[in-house]
């Protein structure tokens, strides 16, 4: 019987389908990255973001749309990842705003939900660019109202015009951005947020939504699954750890603990894996794991007991966010009563800002970005009531900007884009200087700093007007795709010259975990050949995925 209206139960039961079928297509989405780099993360950050909001509404039994739908955001906001997960929370947001005291949803209220919703997006974004998400949701928006306005509309008519509009849309993204079209793929935000719409259908209108549903051009989803159920011993333990490593099999772990429980995402590579599964049995998960490698930032919550708290109207204490990944410096309080708290990828990118003075480190990085509520609750553990914030990653930036408007506390964004322009601002901290003439000093440092990332081309592809090969070493500079070549050494020095290094004084090797000894010997010959003016220093920064990350300055 197709639905009349949309009432909060079905509007959950939709969600935990979108869940389902986002989970199904994680990795199409994650592959649609524009540069050839091993962090195409946008799958990823929008099934956590997904996860979240579902966790707080997966024990809800309330009828009215306006609960579940405020729950569902209150979830997508708190476990926001990536600037892809921050744009899904704020559609989460819009939509909940619009839909405040309603009970249940015609379609054309439907409609105006989802327009409201984009609109919302947009809101939230300072440079708003078109071939994205924001125009896949706009797309969605007009459609539905459109859909809406005609005679003998219904709940199906409507969602299955959006859908039909997020593919359109989606396939047009590279017609928008050259950048797209140059690399030969769609939007993988919009791509994720037409999966996402697609599950809702697949569970609104299973039957009649086979034939509509089609993979895009640019992608090939795997099979479908039918939307989640919600499982009568209710949803057991969220099981939260990292396995640290040597040459470990990624994919049979992956399946193994996946095995054990739902909602598993394992992520990683052979030294490292990240590990977020709901199982009803927590030790023998950690007992697997712990015969793979050694566990580290273990955590296991009790959803059902964190949701009960939920409904009863309490702070949650879990909400599909990973676990806190803020570790504390013991630092003496400063006379000025204001904080540091910075995001690190790698251990020994960790220790330095540690070092520097960082009051709280958050673990996080490339490929794992870490959630909004991992941040606040950084902030939230310092003993200041001002605190400054550093992402320190461009796909970090968005998360962030959403802390201060959760906290009491006065958080001030340094929007870094990258681990050397976050050292170079921590340093630029003066205790005796008022927190607005800190953040001028610290963002004008950071202005200071030229980044070079270097890691290997992950599948051939052309990007920036560079044309790569599969294995090539390659260089991004201030996260723009400039050189490829076969060696380190080679690349990072093409790299330097395009930057200009008569106005540099230092050049600093962040070495990451898989770069060997002879690696860094041939780059620090090359640099130190090539370059006699300028000083060579190195430092163990651990960071995955990218053997080096220079910083010029």
Known sequence: MRPEVVDGQLFKQALLGSLSWLTSNQEEVNRLNVFPVPDGDTGTNMLLTLQSAVEDIRESEAREISKIAALAAHGSLMGARGNSGVILSQIFRGFAKHVQGKQQLTPAELADALEEAANAAYRAVIKPTEGTILTVAREIGKAAKAAAAENNATVNSVIRAAVRAAKAATDNTPTQLAILREAGVVDAGGYGLQVILEGFLRT?????????????AAATPGPAQAALELPEEGWGYCTEFLIEGHDMEVEKIREEIAAMGNSALIVGDPDLIRVHVHTNEPTKVLAYASGVGNLTKTKVDDMSKQHRVILQGATPGHNGASAPKAETAA??????GVGLVAVAAGSGLSGIFKGLGADAVVEGGQTMNPSTQDMLQAVDSVPYEEVFLLPNNANVILAARQVPELTKKKVHIVPTRTMPQGIAAVVAFNVGRPAQANQAAMEEAARQVQTIEVT??????????????????????????KHSGHDYGEVVSEA???????????????RGREAKDADLRRLTEALQRDFPNLEVEVQDGGQQHYPFIVSVE
């Open 204 to 216: 609104v209108e299973a039957s009649e939504a086979e034939q509509l549903l089609k993979a895009p």
């Open 331 to 336: 630092a003496a309080p400063r006379q000025n």
């Open 456 to 481: 290997h081309a992950v599948r051939d592809s052309r990007a920036e007007g560079v044309r790569v090969k599969k294995g090539d070493v390659i260089a991004l500079i201030n996260d723009k795709l």
């Open 496 to 510: 330097l010259r395009g930057i200009g290094p008569d106005g540099y004084e230092l050049i600093t090797v962040y």
